[in-house]
């Protein structure tokens, strides 16, 4: 069983619904870090948590140290936000662990 | 203030070979870390420095190497390449170990 693990995997969406993307991990975390990653590889780090949630735009990030879960909410989605987001733990000292992405399509 | 930098962004080499994959931090970030991503394992930590130091290093064969600079500036080298190899290397830097990383455009790396 991964260390972190999301879900959907695959998600088709139409413009303008909310979305939401599910990461749960097994193991006691420093930190939380969703990432976006675009055709040709490059990646932005959207949020960083240890707890509680955080809002920049019409992202929303929360995490439950408790249930070992965070959710990645996007609000009135856009074509532009078709992209593969990856959730990703730091442990104390060691190095990010990653979960296999979700790649979401939002169709106009 | 300019982004993280990797040089060269595409590289391909033959089993055998070895390959130095270069990345500079933002200015003032001391901690860079390297990841290698793949279609069938998704992305996976290599190796972290502050200052300098290894801090950290992922489940890699000793192959992989790597080293940081006085300018926060970081080398990765990867020796007796093999298929395996080919993948997409990215650099990511932070302020510190415990920041917010902040990733560079990756070198696609491509062994024949």
């Known amino acids: 069983k991964n260390e972190v693990e999301q879900s959907p995997q695959n998600l088709t969406a139409q413009e303008g619904e909310f979305i939401t993307i599910n990461c749960s991990y097994s193991v006691g975390i420093s930190a939380l870090h969703w990432l976006q990653q675009h055709p040709g590889g490059g990646i932005v780090s959207l949020f960083m948590l240890s707890s509680g949630k955080k809002k920049h735009g019409r992202l929303i990030a929360t995490i439950n140290i408790q249930e070992k879960h965070s959710s990645l909410h996007i609000t009135a989605s856009h074509p532009r936000d078709s992209a593969v987001y990856i959730c990703?733990?730091?442990?104390?000292?060691?190095?990010?662990?990653f979960g296999k992405g979700t790649h979401l399509i939002i169709q106009p | 203030k300019a982004g993280v930098t990797q040089t060269p962004r595409y590289l391909i080499k033959t089993r055998g070979q070895q390959v130095t994959l270069s990345c500079s931090p933002i200015s003032g970030h001391r901690s860079v870390s390297w990841y290698q991503q793949t279609p069938g394992q998704g992305l996976q930590f290599l190796f972290e420095?502050?200052?300098?130091?290894?801090?950290n290093k992922g489940n890699f064969p000793g192959r992989f190497s790597g080293r940081q600079f006085s300018n926060s500036r970081s080398e990765m080298n990867v020796s007796t390449l093999e298929l395996g190899d080919s993948a997409l290397y990215l650099c990511?830097?932070?302020?510190?170990?415990?920041?917010?990383?902040?990733f560079g455009p990756g070198t696609r790396l491509t062994v024949t």
């Open positions: 990511a830097s932070s302020f510190s170990l415990t920041y917010e990383q902040y």
């Open positions: 990703a733990v730091k442990k104390g000292a060691d190095g990010l662990t």
């Open positions: 420095y502050f200052s300098e130091t290894q801090r």
